[in-house]
């Protein structure tokens, strides 16, 4: 079984979010389960030296770009047993960002898109499953059946798009995808290519991947409805027997309280004792007053309105009379710092706030709080909270997404559960699970000791997940394609050429690296999120 992992970050090389954490964890995952799983990725300028160094030149081409040809270098690397494919072009990827300032995305992305199955004839790797990842991947899918599948080498390959946040969609003018992918007019309609207007490279991968995943179960349901769907609730539900949610992993060797080199003091299941170190380390490192009968609460998220952050805005003063520790760490809208700049004033000694990416603070606040706070308006799968249950920190949440398939609720009739929970999306009922969660640390400890416990215990490796995937491969494999483009068209401009240079394609002389041109023409439209949700209403403070 061969699998190309097809995503534009992963860790070590390059994150941004959560989509890194993910290429970087489950294909080790598959490799020591006996598949041939490679992955390829943008060589962005970002990426540090010491893996360039390591990465060796195995192709060199161009990459046809409707009326542009662009050079393409095909770098590998080998990292844990798995190889790693960078495709390179400094025009479109060595920029002071990732994503979204050129105002040139769809051009960047269709690019990769291109590159992606153009590089498989030059390196000889002709995978079973072609796996994509979120909408800077979402070309793959139907310009493989549209463009390709004609060729021999092609013909054979099945695709996977899996939807880590249905709000990034990378949506474009038709104008300019047309201009750089080639495609006809009778392509741009609702049942394929066009969204409102507009081109949408998630969308398009919807519609022409064989399989459709999503990274929880909860989350896979939760967008074929209106108020979590984005404007495509309607198509998922149309391939909802090709719709699947698997939950994501964590790294349980990263995030291992027993040997986290962060972290104040080791601790583990069997021996949590120094937990309270840990938190007493936090609270001088934060300025905090170091007492450790005061509940402390931990928030690691990006500061977005996705995360929730608006109802704890309606609610600080109350939480505060709790009288709790409040710790947050992450950058995002000025909005929600000047939030948290404003607690930390007027409640000095209970709120301290970091804005920056810190890593090794993250694993401190993770160890350290005895709570961990995601209130999200929605979330895809979510990581946090299952890293906080790794070190002892009892999560509360809403139930949502991965929130929801991770995160029990504790029941004082049967025992049973590992955090708090709230249903509505509501400051108040959020504000009562804070309570709640605060009444049972400081009256049954014994109750608390165990639900430490049974969160650290949990597996929530990417063991499971990985299983899940390889099932899904192997019935792609042996089922063929399964699903056909909405309907018999093909572009006529470039099938049947497109088709006689990827059949010849590998025996082309290498090309020539491109020379800088000049700056982007301003897309009509940028990549960003779709519109807002119809039912995503303020939250009440009531």
Same mark, same amino acid.
């Given at each position: ?79 844990q047993?798995?190889t790693?494919?960078?495709l ?17 995305e ?33 070309m ?74 999503t ?30 949610g ?50 402390l ?153 165990q ?26 494999r042996?089922?063929?394609?399964r ?24 025996? @082309? !002389? &290498? $090309?020539? %690296? ?5 700056? #982007? =023409?301003?897309?009509?439209?940028? @990549? !960003? &999120? $779709?519109? %807002? ?5 303020? #939250? =009440?403070?009531?």
């Amino acid at each position: 079984m061969k699998v190309l992992y097809a995503a534009s970050e992963c860790v070590p090389f390059i994150k941004t979010g959560g989509l890194a954490d993910v290429a970087g964890a489950l294909p080790p995952q598959l490799k020591a389960r006996g598949i041939d799983v490679r992955v390829v990725l943008p060589l962005y300028g970002q990426i540090e030296e010491r893996w360039r160094d390591q990465m060796k030149l195995e192709a060199e081409f161009e990459v046809e770009l409707g009326w542009r040809r662009q050079y393409c270098g095909v770098h590998s690397l080998e990292h844990q047993g798995v190889t790693f494919y960078f495709l390179d072009n400094e025009f479109y990827f060595k920029r002071p960002y990732v994503y979204g300032l050129g105002g040139d995305e769809y051009e960047r992305y269709g690019f990769f898109c291109r590159a992606i199955l153009d590089f498989l004839t030059r390196v000889d790797f002709q995978p079973d499953v072609l796996h994509c990842n979120d909408w800077q991947t979402g070309m793959v899918p139907p310009l493989l059946k549209l463009q390709y599948a004609q060729a021999p080498f092609y013909a054979n390959i099945t695709t996977v798009i899996t939807i880590h946040n249905l709000q990034y969609q990378g949506v474009f003018t038709i104008k300019d995808v047309q201009d750089t992918l080639g495609l006809d007019d009778d392509l741009f309609t609702a049942d394929k290519l066009e969204c409102y207007g507009c081109a949408n490279y998630l969308k398009s991968g919807m519609v022409y991947a064989d399989e459709i995943t999503t990274v929880s179960p909860s989350y896979a349901e939760e967008i074929q409805t209106a108020y979590y769907g984005e404007r495509l609730d309607g198509l998922l539900r149309a391939r909802h027997e090709r719709l699947k949610g698997i939950l994501n992993g964590i790294d349980i060797k990263e995030y291992d309280p027993a040997g986290d080199p962060l972290i104040y003091t080791p601790y583990s299941a069997a021996a949590p004792a120094a937990k309270a170190d840990n938190k007493a380390g936090l609270q001088r490192e934060m300025g905090l007053a170091v007492d450790p009968s005061v509940p402390l609460v931990g928030i690691v998220t990006r500061l977005s309105h996705q995360k929730g952050l608006d109802l704890i805005d309606y609610v600080i003063r109350e939480l505060m009379d709790e009288g709790i520790q409040l710790v947050v760490l992450g950058m995002g809208d000025a909005k929600y710092t000047d939030l948290f700049s404003w607690a930390e004033g007027a409640f000095p000694g209970q709120v301290a706030a970091r804005f920056a990416m810190d890593n090794r603070l993250a694993h401190r606040i993770y160890a350290g709080a005895d709570m961990f706070l995601m209130p999200s308006l929605f979330e895809p799968c979510g990581l946090s909270q299952m890293i906080s249950l790794r070190y002892g920190t009892i999560p509360i949440v809403r139930e949502t997404g991965g929130l929801r398939d991770t995160v029990l609720s504790y029941n004082r009739f049967t025992g049973e559960g590992n955090g708090f929970s709230f249903f509505n999306y509501n400051a108040h009922d959020m504000l009562h699970s804070v309570r709640r969660a605060v009444r049972y640390y400081r009256d049954e400890p014994e109750t608390w000791r165990q639900m430490m416990r049974r969160g650290m215990e949990a597996d929530f490796s990417w063991s499971h997940s990985a299983g899940e995937y390889i099932a899904m491969y192997q019935e792609l494999r042996e089922t063929g394609r399964r699903a056909a483009p909405p309907a018999a068209i093909r572009p006529k401009r470039a099938t049947a050429k497109r088709a006689e240079q990827v059949s010849g394609g590998a025996g @082309a !002389a &290498p $090309a020539k %690296k491109a020379q800088p041109k000049a700056a #982007p =023409k301003k897309a009509e439209s940028k @990549a !960003a &999120p $779709a519109a %807002k949700k119809p039912g995503a209403k303020k #939250p =009440k403070a009531d």
